[in-house]
């Protein structure tokens, strides 16, 4: 048996819904092609050269699968080619979706047998290798499309959004943040006074992708607690994100735990014109830079 899957990049967190919020993009992705064996053995090829290891222990998508096959007492093992487009460490949940691909592909191999839930339970132990956290910001959008709510992990606990019709201007600066150095440098506690404006944000940010109202997602895109912090990682972040607001964008922010930075426009045209701004300032201070222009899908 073999198949193969296109699996999306994904935007996390939203800007202020931190480890919570994420949503699906139509581009770049990346296809997974599996095949179910007859021996135990999981064996992971790359066809890109990003070095990323290829023993299964070491490997996002191989942990998800030993960890199927553990749980199943599999006597199967898989064999899974990995065509990389979402650029690793680029913020645009690159691990993610090789583990929620991981899963996916082993369930549909398997005939099926596992939830979303489950597929996410065993998804997040790829995101554990990558990041040392057990977060689905990413896997769940990546599994269900669209925007997701992850309410918890423990139970695991997701809610899909309203899917507004919305585009994404993203850039990619070559600059190196590690999720884990990004997680590190923030803040272990917060003021009263700066959760307020973050839960009437994060609030208002899923009432208006609710309501549709693009106005009140705009307004809502606001981070008083991480942005701050990560945005010191991120070379001319301030430049492209105040750039971003006067070509039109809604408002955006880091993708993830960055480098990336995206920006929600209601026009297509709008995230092209941006996507050209971005580049032209990585390019003027010779840092190389990839843009995508998408879709919320
Ligand atoms: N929510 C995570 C973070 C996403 O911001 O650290 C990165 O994988």
Known sequence: KKIKI?????????????????????????????KLLETPDIIIKHTDNFGLPEKAEENVA?????????????????????????KPGSGLGS???SAAGAAFGANT???NIFSQNQMIHFAMFGEELAS???????IAPCLLGGITLVKSTDPIDIIPLN?????????????EVKTSDARQILKKNILLKDAVQQWGNIAGLVAGIEKNDHALIGRSLNDVIIEPVRSILIPKF?????????LGALGGGISGSGPSIFMLTEKEETAEKIAEM???IYDEINIESFVYVSKIN
């Open 132 to 138: 040392g956290v057990r977060h689905a910001d990413n």
């Open 109 to 111: 191999l398997l005939g």
């Open 6 to 34: 296109r699996v999306p990049a994904t935007v996390a967190n939203l800007v202020c819904g931190f480890d919570i919020l994420g949503m699906a993009i139509n581009q770049p992705y990346d296809e997974m092609e599996f």
């Open 278 to 280: 971005m580049k032209s």
């Open 95 to 97: 691990s993610a979706a």
């Open 238 to 246: 301030d430049e492209v994100k105040a750039k971003s607001l006067q």
């Open 163 to 175: 899917c507004p019709n919305l585009f994404v201007a993203a850039v990619h600066p070559q600059v």
């Open 62 to 86: 191989g942990v998800v699968l030993l960890k199927i096959q553990e749980h199943l007492k599999l006597k199967n093992g898989f064999e899974v080619t990995i065509h990389k487009n979402i």
